[in-house]
T-cell receptor
Framework: GENVEQHPSTLSVQEGDSAVIKCTYSDSASNYFPWYKQELGKGSQLIIDIRSNVGEKKDQRIAVTLNKTAKHFSLHITETQPEDSAVYFCAASTDDKLIFGTGTRLQVFP | DTGVSQDPRHKITKRGQNVTFRCDPISEHNRLYWYRQTLGQGPEFLTYFQNEAQLEKSRLLSDRFSAERPKGSFSTLEIQRTEQGDSAMYLC?????????FGAGTRLSVL
């Protein structure tokens, strides 16, 4: 079955710097890759997603890149702000159920 | 539209008791999913409904677990004879197609 690995597990950056989180997946049939931001008491917010027919997608300060050949995808956050501090999860999907990575705790220091 | 709603937010129970959680999806979303998340891990798929039909169940869903979506709207997840290993966050998500929107979850603590 599908397996998703996510790195790093923790990431600390200075406000204004960029943050990059990387994920690899095992099932080459995976065709949908969302990213979720999880904050205590707020649940998981879908922040960006990409489908396998697209290599890159950007939404303001957030971007996701996908390399199907290498089976990895990455989340890029530019100009980080303290409110970006949260746990971020990547996921991959083949047959409508999401397989999640183990999460990255991002801390943005003012 | 207030998003996916889960009730209760927290549940503390004693081992051996039965518990039931409720999920109200975003209106008109025909797909509803249950996931379980333990500390330090990502959510793990449990089961999935399209309208009222339960289409898939994970092997994580033992026979003590049952889920229903009787009218294709809200869903319930029941755990019978709870065990300490059932302690986790139970997440519900709904979807009109591919994108899935999660609720805040029900945190279960089994003492």
């Amino acid at each position: 079955g599908e397996n998703v690995e996510q790195h790093p597990s923790t990431l600390s950056v200075q406000e204004g710097d960029s943050a990059v989180i990387k994920c690899t997946y095992s099932d080459s049939a995976s065709n949908y890759f969302p990213w979720y931001k999880q904050e205590l008491g707020k649940g998981s917010q879908l922040i960006i997603d990409i489908r396998s027919n697209v290599g890159e997608k950007k939404d303001q300060r957030i971007a996701v890149t996908l390399n199907k050949t290498a089976k990895h995808f990455s989340l890029h956050i530019t100009e980080t702000q303290p409110e970006d501090s949260a746990v971020y999860f990547c996921a991959a999907s083949t047959d409508d159920k999401l397989i999640f990575g183990t999460g990255t705790r991002l801390q943005v220091f003012p | 539209d207030t998003g996916v709603s889960q009730d209760p937010r927290h549940k503390i129970t004693k081992r051996g008791q039965n518990v039931t959680f409720r999920c109200d999806p975003i209106s008109e979303h025909n797909r509803l999913y249950w996931y379980r998340q333990t500390l330090g891990q990502g959510p793990e798929f449990l089961t999935y409904f399209q309208n009222e039909a339960q289409l898939e169940k994970s092997r994580l869903l033992s026979d003590r677990f049952s889920a229903e979506r009787p009218k294709g709207s809200f869903s319930t997840l029941e755990i019978q004879r709870t065990e300490q290993g059932d302690s986790a966050m139970y997440l519900c998500a709904s979807s009109p197609g591919t994108r899935k929107y999660f609720g805040a979850g029900t945190r279960l603590s089994v003492l």
